[in-house]
C-alpha cells in the first residue's frame, strides 16, 4: 500500500508541475501578443500614371474614398514625395 502511495504521489507531482509550466508558457505568449503592437507612423502610397498624377496635389475624392475602404481607418494626407507618390497618416 505504501508503494502505491509514492507511485500516486509521483505522478500527482509530475501531472501539477507539468500543469504549472503549461500555465506559466501560455501566460508569456499572451503578454507578449497583447505587447506586440503594430504602430504606422506613415503610409506611402504611389498609383500608376492613369490614376493619379504627379501634379496631383492632394487626393481626388473617389481615390481617397477607396483608400479609406480599403485600410479601413481614418487617414490624413501629409504630403507627396518626389516620385508622385503619396504620405498618409493614421
Excluded at 507511485?7 to 501566460?27: E, N, T, Y
Excluded at 503594430?38 to 474614398?65: E, G, Q, Y
Excluded at 501629409?78 to 497618416?89: I, K
Amino acid at each position: 500500500m505504501d508503494r502505491q502511495l509514492c507511485i500516486f504521489r509521483d505522478k500527482l507531482g509530475f501531472a501539477l508541475g507539468f500543469l504549472f509550466a503549461a500555465i506559466f508558457v501560455l501566460a508569456a505568449a499572451t503578454a507578449a501578443a497583447f505587447a506586440a503592437e503594430t504602430v504606422v507612423d506613415t503610409i506611402t502610397v504611389k498609383f500608376r500614371d492613369n490614376v493619379a498624377t504627379a501634379s496631383d496635389l492632394t487626393l481626388p475624392d473617389a481615390i481617397r474614398s477607396a483608400l479609406y475602404d480599403a485600410l479601413q481607418m481614418p487617414f490624413v494626407q501629409v504630403g507627396g514625395t518626389r516620385d508622385g507618390a503619396f504620405r498618409l497618416e493614421p
